[in-house]
Every structure is written in structure tokens, then in C-alpha cells.
């Protein structure tokens, strides 16, 4: 789909929409559940990353921001333009959420590490525990857990929001709307 004036009108309303109707968290919070790979972040004020005010549905929030901006302020030529600049933002949103402080590091240590083993052990090839800190692991393992939920936040993100901008467009089409 490319962008002409009624698909970015229609985009912009459907992003208030999605605002409006907290959308974002509840599709932060599908993802936690539905993936036993997160259902241990769990949403319910549980704050994974430590006091700094960062929850995985905040991350959410993160991306949805800026796609919105994306959008207000022209910066693709397509969905599928919008759609793939997102997908190359993932690994710097999810570097921006990480924690850096060692107190909120540690808050769940345990399950970040197991994460980081379970599903990210390629970090260990290269590996150095004389010159490798518990922060630096833990910060990795929080990156990875954060780039991770975002991949699959963004592919039900994409797959929601296209589904219902194009049910809004042609429900204009089939009443024979102009814009």
C-alpha cells in the first residue's frame, strides 16, 4: 500500500484509535502471555528491568511512538516502507530500554541469565570472563530479551494494524466514501 493522502489521514486516525483504546498495552501483554518465552516478565506491575520505570509493555510503547512519528511526519513512501524502517529500529529501542545501572540489573538476574542461555548462547562464543563484567552479561541479556519481544511485537503489530487500516478503507469503499 502506498501512501496517498487518505491512507495517511486513515493510518493517523487509526494510530489515535490504537492510542485512545490502550491497544498497545494489550498487545504487549498477548505476546507476554501467549510465549512462554516471556510469560515470566509478566505485566502485572512487575517490573522486569528494575525501577526505572521500564516494562516490557513500555517498550511497547517505545515502538508505537515511533511509528507514529513515522508516520505525522512523512518519513515512508509505503506500509511496507513503514513496516521495514520499524523492523531496522528494533535493535535501538531495545539498546535505548536496557538498563546500565547494576541495582536494577540484578533484579531478576537469575531469569535473565537462564534466558540469555536458553535462547542466546551464541553470546558466549566469544566470551571473556577475565575481561567480561556480571553487567555487561546481564545488560546483554536484558537487550536480548527486549530486541526479542520486540520482533514478535512488531510482527503482530504489522499484522493487527494493516489488518484493520485496510477493513477501514474498504468499509469506505463499499459505502463509496471520498476523501
Do not use: C
Amino acid at each position: 500500500m502506498n501512501f496517498d493522502k487518505e491512507l495517511d489521514f486513515k493510518a493517523w486516525d487509526l494510530i489515535k484509535k490504537w492510542s485512545n483504546e490502550y491497544k498497545i498495552y494489550r498487545l504487549a501483554k498477548k505476546i507476554s502471555t501467549k510465549n512462554n518465552k516471556f510469560d515470566w516478565l509478566n505485566l502485572n506491575n512487575q517490573n522486569f528491568t528494575g525501577y526505572r520505570d521500564y516494562e516490557i509493555n513500555l517498550v511497547g510503547e517505545d515502538y508505537f511512538e515511533r511509528f507514529s512519528e513515522k508516520v505525522e511526519y512523512d518519513e515512508a513512501n509505503s506500509l511496507n516502507d513503514l513496516f521495514e524502517q520499524m523492523e531496522k529500529q528494533i535493535p535501538y529501542i531495545a539498546d535505548d530500554n536496557a538498563n546500565i545501572y547494576d541495582e536494577d540489573l540484578e533484579l531478576q538476574s537469575f531469569e535473565k541469565m537462564k534466558y540469555l542461555i536458553d535462547n542466546h548462547l551464541e553470546y558466549f562464543e566469544t566470551f571473556e570472563p577475565e575481561k567480561t563484567s556480571i553487567h555487561n552479561v546481564l545488560r546483554a541479556a536484558e537487550r536480548y530479551i527486549i530486541e526479542d519481544f520486540l520482533y514478535e511485537f512488531h510482527n503482530e503489530f504489522k499484522k493487527e494494524f494493516t489488518k484493520e487500516l485496510e477493513k477501514e478503507l474498504s468499509i469506505e469503499e463499499d459505502l463509496g466514501i471520498e476523501m
